[in-house]
């Protein structure tokens, strides 16, 4: 089974402060996903990457960027994280099955910006 | 923008089929319709696709309307884990398309 590693289930950060949400996953999927999941709004997407170094930007890339060296890690970063940043962060893989794209999800980042 | 529609919530007995509907009048000849699943505390989990022709795997029946304009998701008998909030999502699937659009989805609850 492939496999969506998200480095840290829960995390608390100050205002202001850098914050990096890694993922890794094993199965040498091309395109990635950051999206974001909050009560009410479902999932919106952030950023996604279809090789490495490519990046595209989702529904609401602002206030985040996205990295990609090498074709198994995509991480997401909030330069300055703000409170509106607070929330569920949810990285994807896909793999095309069957004539479409199908994702498989990390368990999730909680991010607490206070 | 989803641009699907689905209930917000709904509820099944234990070991009875569920019928979980989703319409998509605006979809196009080369839109997929997906379903995905989320758990409590956990990612989405992908469920089933198609595109034209009624489909079945080992977790679900996905019966697709003539005209494509809706489609339901069948669990043939629910369980307490099938509990969970279910997606409908449409996406192009030529290439150089990626995304994913989530909407609210549906809300199962499972009565034992």
């Known amino acids: 089974d492939v496999k969506v590693t998200q480095s840290s289930r829960y995390l608390v950060k100050r205002t202001g402060e850098k914050v990096f949400l890694e993922c890794v996953q094993d199965?040498?999927?091309?395109?990635m996903f950051w999206y974001r999941q909050d009560p009410g709004l479902g999932l919106r997407l952030i950023y996604f990457?279809?090789?490495?170094?490519?990046?595209e930007k989702g529904d609401i890339p602002e206030g985040y960027s996205v990295s990609r060296e090498k074709k198994e890690r995509f991480s997401l970063i909030l330069e300055s994280a703000s409170t509106n940043q607070t929330s569920m962060y949810l990285c994807?893989?896909?793999?095309?099955?069957?004539?479409?794209?199908?994702?498989?999800f990390g368990a999730g980042s909680r991010l607490t910006v206070l | 923008d989803a641009k699907t529609t689905q209930p917000n919530s709904m509820e099944s007995n234990e070991e009875e089929p569920v019928h979980l509907p989703c319409n998509h009048s605006?979809?196009?000849?080369?839109?997929?319709i997906h379903w995905y699943r989320q758990l409590p505390s956990q990612g989405p989990e992908y469920v089933i696709h198609?595109?034209?022709s009624n489909v079945n795997n080992r977790m679900a029946s996905l019966a697709i309307a003539e005209d494509r304009k809706s489609s339901t998701l069948i669990l043939h008998r629910a369980t307490l884990r099938d509990a969970a909030v279910y997606y409908c999502?449409?996406?192009?699937?030529?290439?150089?398309?990626?995304?994913?659009?989530f909407g609210k989805g549906t809300k199962l609850s499972v009565i034992p």
């Open positions: 990457s279809y090789d490495v170094k490519m990046k």
């Open positions: 999502i449409r996406l192009y699937s030529g290439a150089g398309s990626y995304q994913l659009t």
């Open positions: 199965m040498d999927h091309e395109n």
């Open positions: 605006t979809i196009s000849g080369t839109d997929y």
């Open positions: 198609g595109l034209t």
């Open positions: 994807a893989s896909s793999f095309r099955h069957a004539g479409a794209n199908v994702l498989t």
